[in-house]
T-cell receptor, first 116, second 114 residues
């Protein structure tokens, strides 16, 4: 059963506008969340992360928001650029001291296309 | 250059023929992990290793084996591959832990089992 879900397989946005990618999770023990970006024929690359003690983390054009009560996080990209076109994966993990394991669970990905 | 390398990049094999996909990192990372990526399922963790001689199961370990005899290498072994193991495989490493530390991914190995 998928513990991390990205319900939008694809998203198209005009260059310069905001891109909002969404992610939902089911496991209340998750306390750390990450976003990865993947270009074709390459491995994923880390983009931004957030701990459950925060509700927002910002890095340049990228901001991740976490709503723990809704078990929802989102990635905002402002302004969107054509080079942002890629597949974006969210991922989540639980504290190893709580679970005894160091598993990382990924969503199914959202393909973002930024139109010039 | 800091990197994670995987070999081979592409492999076509037949059911039941044992194969090994190698993974090597040059960053002196403690943690290494294997994932598979399938359409509609995203990336799923197969096995991970927190240190030499320490390995543990991920989300989908069935049909796979791993070993960590030295820090830099983490091979993935399919002793009797089946068609449902046709997938895109990624190896990754990180300094402290996958969940809270930046993981560096290899370029991927596309495996087809006929």
């Amino acid at each position: 059963d998928q513990q991390v879900k990205q319900n939008s397989p694809s998203l198209s946005v005009q260059e310069g506008r905001i891109s909002i990618l969404n992610c939902d999770y089911t496991n209340s023990m998750f306390d750390y969340f990450l976003w990865y970006k993947k270009y074709p024929a390459e491995g994923p690359t880390f983009l931004i992360s957030i701990s459950s003690i925060k509700d927002k983390n910002e890095d340049g054009r990228f901001t991740v928001f976490l709503n723990k009560s809704a078990k929802h996080l989102s990635l905002h990209i402002v302004p969107s650029q054509p080079g942002d076109s890629a597949v974006y994966f969210c991922a989540a993990s639980a504290d190893i001291s709580q679970t005894g394991a160091n598993n990382l669970f990924f969503g199914t990905g959202t393909r973002l296309t930024v139109i010039p | 250059e800091a990197q994670v390398t995987q070999n081979p990049r592409y492999l076509i094999t037949v059911t039941g023929k044992k194969l090994t996909v190698t993974c090597s990192q040059n960053m002196n990372h403690e943690y290494m992990s294997w994932y598979r990526q399938d359409p509609g399922l995203g990336l799923r963790q197969i096995y991970y290793s927190m240190n030499v001689e320490v390995t543990d199961k991920g989300d989908v370990p069935e049909g796979y084996k791993v070993s960590r005899k030295e820090k830099r290498n983490f091979p993935l072994i399919l002793e009797s591959p089946s068609p449902n193991q046709t997938s895109l495989y990624f190896c990754a490493s990180s300094l402290w832990g996958f969940s809270t530390d930046t993981q560096y991914f290899g370029p991927g190995t596309r495996l087809t089992v006929l």
